[in-house]
C-alpha cells in the first residue's frame, strides 16, 4: 500500500557531497515526521535528521553543519544533502516516515530499504 524509496547512496572521497531522495508513494492520506536514520554492521540504528511536516528540523550532533535535510510535500519526498563527508559518515542510509494512509485508520511509521553511503579514498 505504501512505499519508501530511497535513492542517491554511492562511493564517494573524504570531503565530497551526496544528496539522498526518499519518496513515498501509495495510498498515503497525509505525512507527518520524516527522518533518516544510518546504520553499521554491530551497531544500533541512530537518527541522523528529523523534519516535522511543518519544517522543523533537528540533527545528530555528529552531522551538524555538514547535513540538510529538506522535504518536498507536493512530492512525498524528503532529501538528505551531505556535504563534508567522512569516513565514520559510511553506512547504511535509510528513511522513516510517521504518515496516514487512506486505507488503515491512525498514523503508521513506514521504512524504506536503505541506500549504501561509502566515504572512502
Known amino acids: 500500500q505504501v512505499q519508501l524509496v530511497e535513492s542517491g547512496g554511492g562511493l564517494v572521497q573524504p570531503g565530497g557531497s551526496l544528496r539522498l531522495s526518499c519518496a513515498a508513494s501509495?495510498?498515503?492520506?497525509?505525512?507527518?515526521?520524516m527522518r533518516w536514520y544510518r546504520q553499521t554492521p554491530g551497531k544500533q540504528r541512530e537518527l541522523v535528521a528529523a523534519?516535522?511536516?511543518?519544517?522543523?528540523?533537528i540533527y545528530a550532533d555528529s552531522v551538524k553543519g555538514r547535513f540538510t535535510i529538506a522535504r518536498d510535500n507536493a512530492k512525498n519526498t524528503v532529501y538528505l544533502q551531505m556535504n563534508s563527508l567522512k569516513p565514520e559518515d559510511t553506512a547504511a542510509y535509510y528513511c522513516n516516515a510517521d504518515l496516514r494512509t487512506t486505507v488503515i485508520p491512525g498514523t503508521g511509521s513506514y521504512w524504506g530499504q536503505g541506500t549504501q553511503v561509502t566515504v572512502s579514498s
Open positions: 501509495g495510498s498515503i492520506f497525509s505525512i507527518a515526521d
Open positions: 523534519i516535522t511536516g511543518g519544517g522543523n528540523t
